[in-house]
């Protein structure tokens, strides 16, 4: 009896020590995936020529949704957008299934969108090689699965 609660009391102990190393990896990967969402938007100012307005911090949606703000106006090509999306998460193997559209900044009207499924057979992507004039976009990415997780 004595060495069931001695072993029951170690058993617990162990969980709650995995239990808080995990939420603290758990919070750094989705920091880090966060950052990845930025750089996405970063890297976009850059090709529409823009190296000095702010990204604005990730808006999280819904639970696999997310949101990036822009301070001011821009333009994109839609092949700009689609190369930068894949390469920033297929870096971060977070490509399984995802779809982005880009609103302008009233939210109510999607100027251009496309989804990646995973495999090239089932990507959909319109619209290609057409730049976008200067205005206010949102872009918005709802992953397939459970979003930003470190299992991703």
């Known amino acids: 009896m004595k060495y069931l609660f001695g072993f029951t009391l170690l058993l617990s102990l162990a969980m709650i020590c995995v239990a808080f190393n995990l939420s603290e990896n758990d919070g750094f990967d989705l920091a880090k995936q ?36 822009f301070e001011n106006e821009l333009t994109f090509q839609s092949d700009s957008l689609v190369k930068i999306v894949k390469n920033t998460l297929t870096n971060d193997q977070l490509s399984d299934g995802y779809i982005v559209n880009v609103r302008n900044c009233t939210g109510l009207d999607i100027v251009f969108g496309y989804a990646m499924a995973g495999n090239v057979k089932d990507d959909v992507i319109p619209c290609t090689g057409r730049t976008q004039p200067k205005g206010c976009y949102l872009i918005e990415i709802k992953f397939q699965n459970k979003g930003l997780t470190p299992t991703q």
Do not use: F
């Not at 938007?41 to 949704?65: F, Q, W, Y």
């Open 34 to 69: 966060q950052i990845l969402l930025r750089k996405i938007g970063h890297e976009l100012l850059l090709r529409s020529g823009d190296s000095t307005s702010r990204v604005m911090p990730v808006k999280k949606i819904n639970a696999n949704e997310y949101q990036i703000r």
